[in-house]
């Protein structure tokens, strides 16, 4: 696996000066560049934009030969006062006709007064699954994963492999009623289709987590989806989206997934995410620990097995770092992470570092089935930080995580949370 990165950004004149009365200042990989070259920094006054574009070389038995990009584009308005937003993306193609396409959006409009969050794919796509439940497989699983932006390498002997194609359409719009209070609403669609279940063999039986369900609760083992509206309360006092050094962001989300708007059952679900950033030194703002709590809730028996929570199915892809994604799957879903955030680079605060941990449950549909926190599947790791973009705070980040019986690495932009 090979990642290279490519940073177009610019240096205010205002920090040129400062630079001139003291040796030590933030730099990013622009700076060094620029002094690998006997250059100044470069002036551009007023340009706060950023982008940041990773080629991505990958091989694995579930996708065959990858190749493709992915990007962060990070921008603010013209007013001072104005929020930076983030446009995530990648597109990748396998050498098994596969096809993955994804775009997350995060944007502040007209002066902060509008918030904008989506979530859009399309996966021509093939994962494992392990059941329902933070018990599920029993019998334990054993691998060790490489990931970059959320795809899956495992060797997995007690999985489930599977195929699908996956179609999502989240988003929510939301505007500003008082201080940094936001009310929306929102659209959520997901379509699953061409689901095949790879160890499915009903002649042996050889039955699947995914095809019992199914039965059971009346979906098909083919296709399905949910389609529905939301009710979204947002509250956001961080000072910067893309690495924060303090604030809080709470999200509640209620979906109504009606039957009239395609959905299989008319289901309600609720996705609360809570995340806060403390400083940890008066000098240093790059001195923090955060903390993060995701809460998925659904109705028994009305989710489709695919559709239900689980692990690393939030907006960016992040949680669970330790396990691959759809490790833990379950009609309720309830994660906690912490992590602290440290400069390695004491003068220059070109490179940092992170510790974190985590904890993960999930529940069982059905009477006598498994409840949140009768098992938990905890997570822990380090991972360091290569400032590529001072203004923005955008970190190139490559994490190392541990959980039960699993081990994962994982590259990206930005923070994880």
Known sequence: ???????????????????????????????????????????????????????????NPATGFMFGVA????????????????????????????????????????????????DWRIFLFSQSTYGLGTNAPEGGVLHYQYVLN???????SLVQPMEFNHIRFHQTVNWNVKGKFYVGFGYHLDWMNKIKDLKLDTLKP????HY???????????SYLISGLSLNLVYDTRDNMVNPYKGFFANVNWRLNPEFLGSEFNANMLNIEWRSFHG????????????????????????PYLILPALGYDQRGRSGRGYTQGRFRGTSHVYAETE????????????????????????????GGV????????GYGFGLRLMVDKNSRTNLQVDFGFGKKSAGIYFGASETF
């Not at 001072?80 to 098994?96: E, Q, V």
């Not at 902060?112 to 989506?118: A, D, I, K, M, T």
């Not at 050889?206 to 987590?209: Q, V």
């Open 1 to 59: 696996m090979m990642v290279s990165a490519l940073v177009l950004q610019s240096i205010g004149q205002d920090q040129v000066a400062d630079t001139a009365k003291a040796p030590c200042y933030q730099k990013d990989m622009s700076d060094v560049i620029r002094s690998w070259l006997n250059k100044p920094p470069k002036l551009k006054v007023g340009n706060e934009n950023s982008l940041f574009l990773v080629p991505a070389i990958s091989s």
């Open 71 to 118: 990007g962060q584009y990070v921008f603010k308005g013209k007013n001072p006062g104005s929020l930076y937003s983030s446009i995530n993306g990648s597109a990748n193609f396998t050498t098994l006709g596969q096809f993955l396409f994804q775009v997350k959006n995060n944007i502040f409009l007209k002066n902060n007064n509008v918030f904008l969050s989506g």
């Open 212 to 222: 019992l369900y199914s039965k059971k609760y009346d979906f098909s083992t083919e």
């Open 340 to 367: 602290y955030r440290f400069p390695i680079s004491r003068c220059t605060g070109l490179l940092g570092g992170v510790l974190f941990a985590n904890v993960t449950t999930t529940s069982q549909p059905g009477s």
């Open 206 to 209: 050889l039955y699947t987590s």
């Open 280 to 303: 940890l030194s008066k000098k240093n703002p790059r001195h923090l620990i955060g903390f993060w709590l995701l809460g998925n809730f659904s109705e028994s028996g009305r989710i």
């Open 150 to 156: 959320g795809l899956e390498v495992s060797d997995d």
């Open 371 to 378: 409840k949140l926190f009768d098992y938990m599947a905890p």
